[in-house]
């Protein structure tokens, strides 16, 4: 089973970037596809992007496709999400999952490990 932990959250004006990271322990990592998932206050938890196991496809809600990257680092266990040109809507907070089933990733809640969650505050 692989463990996650988020990091890089915080508050940023609109129009600005953060960069999350999701540091991942185990010895699996590589075989795990990863996610990013936001859930704003009094809204369900919601699809973000995800990465396959490789790294060569990646999956993006539409409200965040040309503005946000997804990337992972096999050397260092840690996906990314570069997000650009936040907007006040982005708000939420964030967690990173992960599932050998990358159709678990994209169309479900249901990946097998979750990390804890990294806040982000995008001012107007």
């Known amino acids: 089973q692989v463990q996650l932990v988020e990091s890089g959250g915080g508050l940023v004006q609109g129009g600005g970037s953060l960069r999350l990271s999701c540091a991942a322990s185990?010895?699996?990592?590589?075989?795990?596809?990863m996610g990013w998932f936001r859930q704003a206050p009094e809204k369900e938890r919601e699809f973000v992007a995800a990465?396959?196991?490789?790294?060569?496809?990646?999956h993006y809600a539409n409200s965040v496709k040309g503005r946000f990257t997804i990337s992972r680092d096999h050397a260092k266990n840690t996906v990314y999400l570069q997000m650009n040109s936040l907007k006040p809507e982005d708000t939420a907070v964030y967690y990173c999952?992960?599932?050998?089933?990358?159709?678990?990733?994209?169309?479900?809640?249901?990946?097998?490990?979750w990390g804890q969650g990294t806040q982000v505050t995008v001012s107007s």
């Open positions: 185990g010895h699996t990592f590589g075989s795990y596809a």
């Open positions: 990465i396959s196991w490789r790294g060569f496809s990646t």
């Open positions: 999952a992960a599932d050998q089933d990358i159709v678990v990733v994209t169309t479900t809640l249901n990946s097998a490990a």
